[in-house]
């Protein structure tokens, strides 16, 4: 039977307004239509309250925790009577929740109500139902009868509840942690005791000339159901009760925790919900079915998977890609990961599946989704030294791809690598002299030789006036451009991580075991404080160097200079103290030497992509690069060389000499920040010429005393003790110096620290002896010499 035109007409109004209620935006907190009272006002009142907003609804506002696209159906209206103005609301199909409950949580006027409801109030109360989380279906619809008014009904399905949840399947991870992912409820929840957040009341305050009224219009609903309804975790144990937001999206949240947040890469989910609640959640971490290599040949690939050190079986995590590959990069340098590729980008999104059996038991699986195309990135084919500084290396897992539980690496022959590093030189004797060094590295991708160009140079600048008094040509010398450059090649076969020549015309120091490049440089600058000599160098080095296992090494170098003695530049141009006399530099025997090196060298931090040589070496330091700490495991590193060579003597002949220098450092962490570091240094020789002669005194020798204050020695030795913790260090140093026959009196300087970070520190130091002082020696450090 047809309705009339009006009825028709009004059917159709009450479906716009509902399926306009999904397609608009919520209404701000506090909509005069939104407003529900236990009995309805006057309708003079009503008129007055039409556009005043008397309750902040949070459910009113989509705070993105729940949404109802999914749990909310369009308004099905049934024409059966002549009344089709809804005049309340009935809610079906609850189970463990009460109407009771539900009409309070959502401030749903009572069952007994029949005032009629607007088309604001059915939209606002079908929107906080379904952002509750507590149901996972919300069906209104109209429903008009012949003999009654129309209602309004709302048919509801509620979340799953959940009595005890079991893990199975768990090797190294613990069954909380998994736990709290699954149960985690949103930000701004009502906290454990409900009936300790107040209800809010709204109050209507109104002036009328000289009389005001205030009048409480509604209580506010809840913002979020009560917690005790809720399955949830408290003080780390698990309370029974409904899940919010639904059981697929709580196991999709606990895998993307297992995934993204834990790196378990592989890992799936799968759980069965037994009708009286029981959840069992079954977690497989994911293992490896193969690892191929893509991009080399076969007997590179067999040598790039031993160096990855994973094997099908393992567990598969996100940190041991990462690690694998630090290790690939470190055992092949000569190979690169493809940056085309990365775990990142081709991995496929997964979905939590729902299937119920006939006797009410639920089961969910893990279904993956097709896998995302790899985007294409443009790579620079050098790398520059300053970029690594500021962007520095994350070391992260490009050239790894999952390909279902296959792991695929992709390699590459490593291209021609360029280091470029800027040397800010400023010295007593050169003033500000910036320069460059540089490094080009040509890889050999069948490991048999790779081969170094290196070079640097550094221009003294015609700054401040700076000159050598009544001696022009002098001062024209010590500007010349000063150049190195050289050529090494590395052959694994053999064990050789040096074999090449070097030629030179610079000014060089032997104190670089002292001070650091850039702290010289910089206190230079600053306050005219270099704390190193200088002479100038021509000539040529060639080496060779052997590298049989990661951490040790031995070196042979054939050296041929010509020493001479520099000045230091008047007026000094620094920052701070320009009126003082310029820093001293001591001179030199001048003429030929010729000479050989031998070394053993040993790094407990050595990795094998750890470079070896430099183009400013020296008997005195090192050829292991010098890293800061990564791991906070006890580590050793030293190195004795012997120098043997004849030149110039004191008075002007060829003599011959000889210098040994030992230098052992050791560092004992106690946890991540605290440890004790420990020095000892020791050196001896026989006819030494006045730039080799040993001398203690100044930052990192002895330190709280002045620059070489012991000096003119054919031996001395140095112990360092310091002891770190977290930020501060306290730090002792003791040595004496073998001259003119006897040792001097042990020298003992003490002093404190303050750490910025593994190298950058403030350190003050007293000298204890009958020259002590109240004021310290201070100084800011950048670099770590030991």
């Known amino acids: 039977m047809l309705l009339p035109p009006a009825m028709n007409r009004l059917a159709l109004a009450l479906c716009f307004v509902s399926l306009a209620a999904l397609a608009q935006p919520p209404p701000d907190a506090g909509m005069p239509d939104a407003v529900t009272a236990p009995r309805p006002p006057p309708a003079d009142e009503a008129r007055e309250d039409s556009d005043t907003s008397t309750c902040p609804d949070s459910f009113n506002n989509d705070d993105g925790a729940f949404t109802d696209a999914k749990v909310l159906a369009p308004t099905q209206v049934e024409v059966d009577g002549r009344g089709l103005t809804p005049m309340g ?205 893509r991009g080399v040949d076969a007997a590179m690939a067999v040598r790039v998977q031993e160096a990855l050190g994973l094997e099908p079986g393992d567990v598969f995590l996100r940190s041991d890609a990462r690690r694998a590959m630090e290790r690939l990069e470190s055992r092949l340098p000569f190979l690169r990961a493809d940056e085309g590729e990365d775990l990142q980008e081709r991995r496929g999104s997964v979905r939590i599946v729902e ?164 702290d010289s440089y910089f206190y230079s600058f600053l306050i005219n404080r270099p704390d190193r000599d200088y002479f100038r160098r021509q000539g040529f080095v060639a080496f060779a160097t052997w590298r049989w296992a990661r951490a040790w090494l031995a070196g042979v170098e054939v050296r041929g200079d010509t020493a001479s003695t520099l000045q230091s530049f008047t007026p000094p141009l620094s920052l701070f103290r320009r009126g003082t006399a310029p820093f001293p530099n001591a001179p030199v025997n001048e003429g030929r030497f010729r000479s050989a090196v031998v070394r053993l060298e040993y790094s407990g931090n050595a990795e094998r992509d750890t470079r070896v040589g430099s183009l400013f070496r020296t008997p005195e330091t090192p050829l292991f690069e010098h890293l800061e700490r990564r791991k906070r495991d006890p ?20 003599e011959r000499f000889w210098k040994l220098v030992g230098d052992v450092a050791m560092d004992m962490p106690v946890s991540w920040h605290t440890g004790l570091s420990l020095r000892l240094r020791a050196a001896t020789g026989h006819n030494l010429p006045l730039q080799k002669q040993e001398a203690l005194g100044g930052w990192s020798a002895l330190r709280g005393f002045g620059f070489k204050e012991f000096r003119d020695g054919d031996s001395s030795v140095l112990a360092s003790a310091e002891y770190r913790w977290h930020g501060l260090g306290v730090f002792a140093d003791l040595g004496s110096v073998h001259t003119a026959g006897a040792w001097t009196d042990a020298q003992l300087g003490l002093g404190g620290s303050f750490h910025f970070g593994d190298g950058v520190r403030f350190e003050a130091a007293w000298r204890i002896d009958d020259q002590v002082r109240v004021t310290p020696e201070a100084r800011l450090l950048f670099v770590r010499t030991f």
Not at 469 to 494: F, M, Y
């Open 89 to 293: 609301m009935e809610l079906r199909g609850l189970q463990r929740l009460t109407d009771t409950q539900v009409r309070k949580l959502v401030g749903a006027p009572p069952a007994d109500d029949t005032r009629a409801l607007s088309g604001s109030e059915v939209q606002t109360l079908l929107h906080r139902l379904a952002r509750t989380g507590l149901f996972a279906r919300v069906e209104p619809r109209v429903r008009v009868s012949e003999q009654g008014p129309a209602m309004l009904e709302v048919l509801l399905t509620e979340n799953p509840t959940v009595t005890s949840v079991e893990f199975e399947g768990l090797q190294d991870l613990r069954p909380d942690e998994l736990r709290d992912a699954l149960l985690v409820l949103p930000s701004r929840f009502p906290g454990v005791d409900d009936a300790q957040d107040p209800e809010e009341q709204s109050a209507t305050l109104r002036f009328h000339k000289r009389r005001g009224t205030l009048r409480v219009v509604t209580p506010c609903p809840m913002p979020r159901p009560p917690r005790r309804w809720l399955a949830r975790t408290e003080a780390g144990t698990f309370r029974p009760g409904i899940m919010l937001g639904g059981l697929d999206a709580a196991l999709e949240r606990a895998l993307n925790t297992l995934r993204e947040d834990d790196g378990y890469l592989l890992a799936t989910l799968s759980a069965t919900l037994s009708p009286e609640g029981r959840l069992v959640v079954k977690v497989d971490e994911g293992q490896l079915e193969a690892v191929e290599v």
């Open 355 to 518: 299937e119920r059996d006939a006797d009410g038991t639920r089961r969910f699986r893990t279904q993956e989704e097709a896998r995302r195309e790899s985007r294409r990135r443009e790579h620079v084919d050098f790398e520059v030294g300053w970029r690594r500084l500021f962007h520095g290396w994350d070391g992260g897992s490009d050239g790894l791809t999952l390909e279902g539980k296959r792991l695929v690496v992709h390699m590459r022959p490593r291209r021609p690598d360029l280091d470029v590093d800027l040397l800010p030189v400023h010295t007593q004797v050169t003033g500000f002299a910036p320069g460059l060094s540089a490094s080009l590295r040509f890889f050999d991708s069948k490991d048999r030789v790779h081969t170094t160009l290196e070079g640097a140079f550094f221009i003294p600048l015609r700054l401040g006036g700076q000159r050598l008094p009544d001696d022009p040509e002098g001062t024209r010398r010590q500007r010349h451009v000063n150049l190195l450059g050289g050529v090494k090649v590395q052959l694994p076969a053999l064990g050789l991580a040096e074999l090449g020549a070097q030629a030179h015309d610079f000014i060089d120091t032997l104190d670089r075991w002292r001070l650091g490049d850039f």
């Open 635 to 654: 580590s050793l590193r030293g190195f004795v060389t012997l120098e043997v060579g004849e030149g110039p003597g004191a008075i002007g002949q060829n």
